[in-house]
């Protein structure tokens, strides 16, 4: 079964400062990876995917993330935090085939200090 | 629609009412998800409706709970006899027939019994 960690239940961040969200994963095969961002009383907004291909993937909002296959982990990164990303983040796994579960993390929360 | 449309957007119950949270998919998305957040608590899945089949009824918590969809259209999760442990915000989530590009989340449902 697909399973999905994310270490760090809470993040701080000054604004302005570089921001890395980790999160490791367990499946078989090559694995479809997602992370999306949930502002407060909003629902869940994809941020980016991967399922194939280079392994770097840029994303809405300044966000990239990479897919490091031999450290089964897929990374959120952005260079420069701004005060409107502090939210809840979560990475989630997903996997082709006959049934399309898409597992979640139990997500990060970032709080943005000025 | 554009984007996945759930009502109502709160709700405040009894404890032993019976409410129906209903989910309007993306039109041409044949997959729809239920999942529930509690406060402070990461994603529970709770059903998966591929077309109006569910093959993965398994995070659906009690027998008070139930999930119907017609075709690959609207879906609706009944919760009879709610309790107040039912409360938390329900989340419905709909994609393509490929997981490859993610799910497209409505707001929620948040869902208080008292």
């Known amino acids: 079964a697909q399973s999905v960690t994310q270490p760090d239940i809470h993040i701080t961040v000054s604004e302005g400062a570089s921001l890395e969200l980790r999160c490791n994963y367990s499946?078989?095969?090559?694995?479809?990876l997602f992370w999306y961002v949930q502002s407060p009383g909003q629902g869940l907004q994809l941020l980016l995917k991967?399922?194939?291909?280079?392994?770097l993937v840029q994303g809405i909002k300044g966000f990239e993330a990479e897919f490091k296959r031999s450290q089964s982990s897929f990374n959120l990164r952005k260079p420069s935090v701004h005060w409107s990303d502090a939210a809840e983040y979560f990475c989630?796994?997903?996997?082709?085939?006959?049934?399309?579960?898409?597992?979640f993390g139990i997500g990060t929360k970032l709080q943005v200090i000025p | 629609g554009a984007g996945v449309s759930q009502s109502p957007s709160n709700k405040v119950t009894e404890k032993g009412k019976d409410v129906e949270l209903r989910c309007d998919p993306i039109?041409?998305?044949?997959?729809l998800y239920w999942y529930r957040q509690r406060l402070g608590q990461g994603l529970e899945f709770l059903i998966y409706?591929?077309?109006?089949?569910?093959?993965?009824k398994s995070g659906l918590p009690s027998d008070r709970f139930s999930a119907e969809r017609t075709g690959e259209s609207v879906s609706t999760l009944t919760i009879q006899r709610t309790q107040q442990e039912d409360s938390a915000v329900y989340l419905c989530?709909?994609?393509?027939?490929?997981?490859?590009?993610?799910?497209?989340f409505g707001s929620g449902t948040r869902l208080t019994v008292v």
């Open positions: 989530a709909s994609s393509p027939r490929s997981t490859r590009y993610g799910y497209t």
């Open positions: 991967y399922f194939s291909g280079d392994t």
């Open positions: 039109s041409g998305h044949t997959a």
């Open positions: 499946y078989g095969a090559t694995p479809y």
């Open positions: 989630a796994v997903g996997a082709e085939g006959g049934y399309q579960k898409v597992t």
């Open positions: 409706f591929q077309g109006n089949s569910a093959p993965d």
